[in-house]
């Protein structure tokens, strides 16, 4: 669960400027008790060699390798159970990738105000028609 929430984290760092000033390093991260020390230094290093949207995932593969892990020393007892929880894994990846998707994609100011005057524009004529 704590590599899911700094997957999660770390995609939110990447939206929200409230949590890239909460979390502005990984030392921060650490010290949130969302990584130890030797996870950090791994990040580091990966960080420099990742696209800037891919290192966020890299948590998510950890706690999928733990999962096979779990599942080949038996302490997962059947394969439809670690089937599920990497699905469930998969569907926040999957989710935050299109939270950033959004984020990627800015609406210009341009149709905001086009979709503004539209609806003003019609509320006013339906006023001076009715």
């Keep these: 669960m704590r590599y ?7 995609c939110f760092i ?3 400027p409230r949590v890239k000033k909460r979390f502005p390093t990984l ?7 969302l ?3 030797g996870e950090r230094e791994i990040l580091n ?7 800037k949207y891919e290192f966020q995932f890299v ?3 950890w706690a999928s390798s733990i999962t096979m892990r779990a599942r080949r020393e038996n302490l997962l007892k ?7 929880i990497i699905d469930e894994m998969n569907k926040i990846k999957d989710q935050c990738f299109l939270l950033l998707s ?21 509320f006013f004529s339906c006023i001076m028609g009715g």
Excluded: M, N
Excluded at 78 to 84: E, L, Q, T, Y
């Design 27 to 33: 030392d921060y991260l650490q010290d949130a008790g």
């Design 45 to 51: 290093e990966i960080k420099s060699s990742l696209p």
């Design 102 to 122: 959004f984020d990627w994609i800015s609406v210009p100011l341009v149709y905001t105000q086009v979709v503004t005057l539209s609806v003003y524009t019609y």
């Design 78 to 84: 059947s394969d439809p159970v670690v089937k599920s």
């Design 59 to 61: 948590p998510i593969v």
């Design 35 to 37: 990584l130890i020390d």
């Design 4 to 10: 899911v929430c700094l997957t999660i984290t770390q």
């Design 14 to 16: 990447q939206i929200s």
